[in-house]
């Protein structure tokens, strides 16, 4: 599934194209996705211009000179292509700018959504009024997450999962923060201390932003707008490495089932 990072990529790369244009031309393929297209997305996109680009969460947002603002998630294989030689079977929704720039958004398993929203209530939208604070943003600080934690048994790394708590954080890079902090991922997040949870802040700030620069991780269907692939799974410290070495310090790297994923870590590093 695309997280953050990829999102974040994704986002960048369009807005090189659709940042002040146009759109001349909004096509569905298709009634739905993982839910109907909204019924008067066409219209209202078509001849708008794109104010702006931004994210929330996992979610990329287009904002418009019309006051609203598309909403899409990628789900779990979705991906926009730019300026693709010929549509394809999985190409589902269709933008052209009045420029000519034609960008397709790709979801084969239609896992995916697309939304159209108020821009000033954006806030009050419900799938973002109970989301947790921005990860890579100033919001996302010990005090909250020990605030956020207190009393609670559940695993630390189901806790980081649940958006309620920080907006936007996936399996790949809870993993990978985790370690980097040195904090057992089975632990109940209520007894991470203070200073574990100083380490792990600034360490998920630093592996979300180093994921972006290297343009996400490319796992199964993810590719960035343009088509070239994320690296940054080539610097995974334990995500998909089980049974391999620590880069720390040796040992082989574990991995467990939690709330139906997979976990990795390493057993001696991480307390």
């Known amino acids: 599934m695309p997280e953050l990072p990829e999102v974040e990529t994704t986002v960048r790369g369009l807005a090189r ?12 393929r298709r009634a739905d996705l993982r839910r109907p297209f909204p019924p008067d997305l066409v219209q209202v996109l078509t ?35 730019i300026e693709p030689e ?10 052209e700018t009045g420029s000519g720039h034609l960008l397709a958004l790709c979801d084969p398993r239609r896992f995916g959504s697309v939304d159209l929203v108020q821009t000033d ?31 609670r048994s559940a695993a630390i790394k189901l806790m980081l999962l649940d958006q ?6 996936g399996n790949i890079y809870v993993c990978e923060a985790l370690f980097r ?27 979300l932003g180093e994921a972006i620069e290297a343009g996400g991780s490319s796992l199964r269907d993810y590719a960035q707008p343009d088509g070239e692939l994320g690296y940054f799974s080539k610097q995974f410290d334990v995500y998909d490495r089980h049974g391999q070495d620590c880069k720390r310090c040796g040992a082989p790297v574990q991995r467990l089932a939690q709330g139906g994923r997979s976990t990795w870590y390493c057993a001696k590093c991480q307390k």
Do not use: C, N
């Open 164 to 169: 309620r708590i920080v907006a936007g954080l």
């Open 86 to 95: 010929e549509l394809g079977k999985h190409d589902h929704l269709v933008l």
């Open 47 to 81: 001849g708008a211009t794109v104010t702006g680009l931004s994210r929330r969460a996992k979610y990329g947002l287009i904002h418009t000179d019309r006051g609203q603002t598309m909403v899409f998630h990628l789900g779990m294989s979705g991906r926009w292509r």
């Open 17 to 28: 194209y659709l940042d002040g244009a146009r759109l001349a031309r909004v096509e569905p």
């Open 181 to 207: 902090a040195g904090i057992d991922p089975r632990k109940a997040a209520g007894r991470v201390t203070g200073p574990a949870l100083a380490r792990l802040v600034p360490q998920i700030k630093a592996v």
């Open 121 to 151: 209530r954006l806030g009050q939208w419900p799938a973002f009024a109970a989301l947790g604070p921005e990860p890579l943003g100033d919001d996302l600080t010990p005090v909250h997450l020990k605030a956020a934690l207190a009393g």
